[in-house]
């Protein structure tokens, strides 16, 4: 059984409709254990835990949300060398085009150092079907992916 955690962070309700998508996404695989959690509630542990990483966040003033940055910061020190190569990949709902907030976390992820395995996901502005489509197919393309060994 493969473990694979979200953390996400919603204020408006877009990043959590992201999620739910991703969620859905995951639970096509059946031998995936999934633990979804908000950023203020993720830690070390939890970090540890997992055998791949999805991160959801929205774009607040061009960057990562507070939430998602706190998240990172609580985990960084403790993390490094215990999660070197962790699967990652996340999503954004974005008001502005999303590129500060994946620029942050792809810096972000160099020091940990975590393994990109999809390009980003960005809603921008309304949710679309689209855009739930992108996560739906994201969140099982992670599973499957750790399922099968490919990550």
């Known amino acids: 059984m493969k473990r694979l955690l979200i953390v996400h962070h ?5 990043t959590g409709r992201l999620t739910a998508a991703v969620e859905a996404g995951v639970a096509q695989e059946s031998d995936v254990e999934l ?11 939890d970090l540890l835990w997992c055998n791949g990483l999805l991160l959801g ?5 061009g960057a990562l949300s507070g939430m998602m940055k706190d998240f990172l910061d609580r985990t960084y020190d ?3 060398g215990k999660v070197d190569s962790l699967p990652y990949a996340m999503y954004v709902s974005a008001g502005n085009d999303g590129t500060g907030a994946v620029r942050q976390l792809e810096r972000i992820a160099l020091g940990y150092p975590w393994k990109k395995i999809a390009e980003p996901v960005i809603a921008r502005d309304a949710i679309t079907q689209a855009d739930l489509d992108a996560c739906h197919e994201l969140g099982h393309a992670m599973a499957a992916g750790l399922v099968y060994g490919i990550f």
């Not at 919603?10 to 877009?14: D, E, L, W």
């Not at 633990?35 to 542990?45: F, I, Q, T, V």
């Open 78 to 80: 403790d993390a490094r």
């Open 35 to 45: 633990r979804s959690l908000r950023a203020p509630d993720a830690g070390l542990d």
């Open 57 to 61: 966040t929205p774009e607040n003033f």
């Open 10 to 14: 919603t204020q408006s309700g877009n």
